[in-house]
């Protein structure tokens, strides 16, 4: 199955970038993954890591990127809680590389975020909707009426909504609680809500742990893993920029290779077991996808893009297409180039 979604993912974006052209950055010269003989473009890098992006783990862990810059730049690691964290971190520039659901990174930019998505690190499975373990519902229609936990601003929430219009719903036959992730968990364990639209690791955590249970999962109503940088540092810091892209490329090889210790870097800084963690990268979570931004990004946020409007989130349909046709900038995992650290 991954090869044949790394095969359709491939085809896609060549079939678009040759016949369309309507990708920013297409025809741009591969930005500089090296420092000019003046050094690097900047004396510090701040990038983001999270939980639900085992490939900035990765990167942390191994330090490549401390190693490739020296003392030259320092790398100030920033964690993201969830989507919704890393696009205000972005926004208020306290980060310049941040890891986001895609659908958070279309809501940021409709809204007028300066960012561009630079890489692809995964195509996960990883939001469900859950009730408690010994919850009485066992459908989405029966959440009418219900609190359903959710956070805001981040792909389950946006889960949640395209699973209500699936089953008849909107938002107008539910209460959302909005809550950081970790307290959806909380909130649900503690029998606060009667339901929670959740993220992994920690869904799969509740459910392994027999406090939750899961009504609905849909892979199609995930959106792709997004790395996204700033517009300020893409322009002015291009090799920074590629530099980054070339260290996830080289953690998804090391992932693909070593995925009991990708497993064990989770387990450890997501606080969770080792089976779990193990669970979660082999079975909600899909490393190997083309990482080039392209149409099959596209296509899976033309038809989330509505769904932000008819909810309020985003004023109108104007901005989401003005968004999707800015959002990608495919250039530096065009020239992705592993082997450079």
């Given at each position: ?132 373990a010994g919850s009485s519902i ?190 990608l900038e495919p250039k530096f ?9």
């Open positions: 199955m991954k090869k044949s979604i790394l095969a359709a993912a491939a085809a896609a974006v060549a079939a678009t970038l040759a016949l369309t052209g309507c990708v920013s950055g297409e025809g741009t010269p591969a930005a500089a993954d090296k420092p000019s003989e003046e050094g690097w473009s900047g004396t510090t890098l701040n990038i983001d890591f999270a939980t639900y992006n085992p490939l900035s783990l990765i990167i942390k862990d191994q330090g490549w990127l401390e190693e490739a810059l020296g003392d030259d730049v320092t790398v100030n690691w920033v964690q993201s809680a969830g989507s919704n964290k890393a696009n205000e971190a972005l926004r208020a520039g306290a980060i310049d590389v941040g890891s986001t659901a895609g659908s958070a990174a279309l809501l940021a930019r409709s809204n007028g975020s300066p960012i561009q998505v630079i890489d692809i690190y995964s195509q996960p499975n990883w939001a469900a909707i859950l009730v408690p066992s459908s989405v229609e029966e959440l009418k009426g219900k609190h359903i936990a959710a956070t805001k601003g981040t792909d389950p929430y946006f889960f949640l909504l395209q699973t209500l219009e699936e089953h008849g719903l909107t938002l107008d036959d539910v209460v959302v609680e909005n809550l950081q992730h970790a307290d959806g968990k909380a909130a649900i364990e503690a029998g606060a809500v009667d339901a929670w639209s959740g993220l992994d690791p920690l869904l799969s955590t509740s459910v392994a742990n027999g406090a939750s249970k899961i009504i609905y999962d849909n892979i199609d109503f995930n959106s792709y893993g997004f790395l996204n940088a700033t517009e300020d540092f893409i322009t002015n810091h291009a090799d920074l920029a590629q530099l980054v892209v070339n260290a996830y490329e080289k953690a998804r090889a090391w992932a693909v290779e070593n995925p009991e210790e990708t497993a064990e870097i989770l387990a450890e800084v997501a606080g969770i077991d080792i089976a779990i963690a193990t669970a979660v990268i082999a079975d909600r979570t899909n490393l190997e996808v083309d990482p080039i931004p392209g149409q099959a990004q596209l296509d899976v946020l033309a038809i989330i893009g509505p769904v932000f409007v008819e909810s309020g989130d985003v004023a109108n349909q104007d901005a989401i297409d003005d968004a999707l046709a800015s959002l995992a065009k020239a992705a180039d592993p082997s450079a650290l």
